[in-house]
């Protein structure tokens, strides 16, 4: 157990969870498991949070870092309420997803990796989400999938994301 108790005990006891899908000498399998549920208290990985997990799971620093870092799913920046990772990929920047991440910088008024002064909304580009057919796609907060985005459905997601 981590000397300096980063996250809540329920985190833990999630982790917990994880590391019995293991043997008890594989405990850094859980490791993207970890980080996951770490960043979604925190919503984001800190380089203690990071520490913390590493030292949960009897691992290096370093190498929970090079998890976190490989991985866009994982915030090691801090991030807005919201994080939209547009797929740019090839099929998908052929079909729309360029002109939908054009079309959303133009309208948050923010680059790629960045976040609106509000701390509201962060753009990302991402990687394959394995829907090139449903191009233009994107991922809200790692979890909620939406296809076929065309400018009116991308205003009416900016809308509700920010009621």
Do not use: H
Request: glycine letters at 6%; one cysteine or more.
């Amino acid at each position: 157990m981590a000397n300096n108790m980063l996250l809540s005990q329920e985190a833990y006891r999630k982790i917990d969870r994880e590391l019995t899908k293991f043997p008890a000498d594989q405990k850094q399998s859980a490791v993207m498991a970890a980080l996951a549920i770490a960043q979604d208290e925190k919503g984001w990985l800190s380089p203690e949070v990071m520490q913390d997990v590493a030292d949960y799971l009897g691992m290096a620093a370093i190498a929970v870092q090079e998890v976190a870092t490989f991985y866009n799913m994982f915030n090691t920046k801090p991030v807005g309420k919201y994080k939209i990772s547009v797929c740019t990929n090839l099929p998908c920047a052929l079909s729309g997803g360029d002109r939908a991440g054009e079309y959303l910088k133009q309208k948050l008024g923010i680059d790629y990796k960045e976040t609106t002064p509000d701390g509201q909304f962060t753009l990302i580009e991402g990687e394959c989400m394995g829907a090139c057919g449903d191009a233009p796609v994107m991922l809200v907060n790692n979890k909620r999938m939406c296809s076929f985005m065309s400018n009116d459905k991308l205003d009416a997601l900016l809308e509700e994301l920010k009621k």
